[in-house]
T-cell receptor, first 113, second 113 residues
Framework: DADVTQTPRNRITKTGKRIMLECSQTKGHDRMYWYRQDPGLGLRLIYY???????NKGEISDGYSVSRQAQAKFSLSLESAIPNQTALYFC????????????FGPGTRLTVL | GDSVTQMEGPVTLSEEAFLTINCTYTATGYPSLFWYVQYPGEGLQLLLK?????DKGSNKGFEATYRKETTSFHLEKGSVQVSDSAVYFCALSGKTSYDKVIFGPGTSLSVIP
């Protein structure tokens, strides 16, 4: 079984809809991250969490919110989706000791019409 | 702030050709440097890393040497295979990035038989 899972894997939605992307991990890591990937831009950090009570904005947090429900779960929400949020979204984890290596989920492809 | 620059792709090579993907960085102090690889339809996974100047990271026939004097971490492989077709990301984790990883834009590699 995969260590970092994301649901759904694909989602098509309409402008203005609220969307939640979920991430679960079985690695026992404290740190979790949400990124979006756009062609030619690499990965950009949306939010990150170093433990259940710690949530931090990344470089592109506007229009997004997150919830860390447990050590193993980190959800990303788009409160009112817009077309330029169409992208590939990745969840990642790292542990406190080896914080520099990150472990990625398979990604969620989101299309906002 | 910290940043990573990579050569633009896509790169197309014939099987058994020599591969170089250039990467340069800007960071304060002594960051850790990484190469991540993303195979089609998958999340990123760590390919290799180096944590101090002159270190050489290696894995699966790929190598990269941490060159502080030229702020570079170029990825090389002596003989590529079709299975190496993927997107390669150079990344760093430095003192000013608060344990976050900064990714380059990625370089797409296609290896043809």
């Amino acid at each position: 079984d995969a260590d970092v899972t994301q649901t759904p894997r694909n989602r098509i939605t309409k402008t203005g809809k609220r969307i939640m992307l979920e991430c679960s991990q079985t690695k026992g890591h404290d740190r979790m991250y949400w990124y979006r990937q756009d062609p030619g831009l690499g990965l950009r950090l949306i939010y990150y969490s170093f433990d259940v009570k710690d949530i931090n904005k990344g470089e592109i947090s506007d229009g997004y919110s997150v919830s860390r429900q447990a050590q193993a779960k980190f959800s990303l929400s788009l409160e009112s989706a817009i077309p330029n949020q169409t992208a590939l979204y990745f969840c990642a984890t790292s542990d406190r000791q080896g914080a520099d290596e990150q472990f990625f989920g398979p990604g969620t492809r989101l299309t906002v019409l | 702030g910290d940043s990573v620059t990579q050569m633009e792709g896509p790169v197309t090579l014939s099987e058994e050709a020599f591969l170089t993907i250039n990467c340069t960085y800007t960071a304060t102090g002594y960051p850790s440097l990484f190469w991540y690889v993303q195979y089609p339809g998958e999340g990123l996974q760590l390919l290799l890393k180096a944590t101090k100047a002159d270190d050489k990271g290696s894995n699966k026939g790929f190598e990269a040497t941490y060159r502080k004097e030229t702020t570079s971490f170029h990825l090389e492989k002596g003989s590529v295979q079709v299975s190496d077709s993927a997107v390669y990301f150079c990344a760093l984790s430095g003192k000013t990035s608060y344990d976050k990883v900064i990714f380059g834009p990625g370089t797409s590699l296609s290896v043809i038989p």
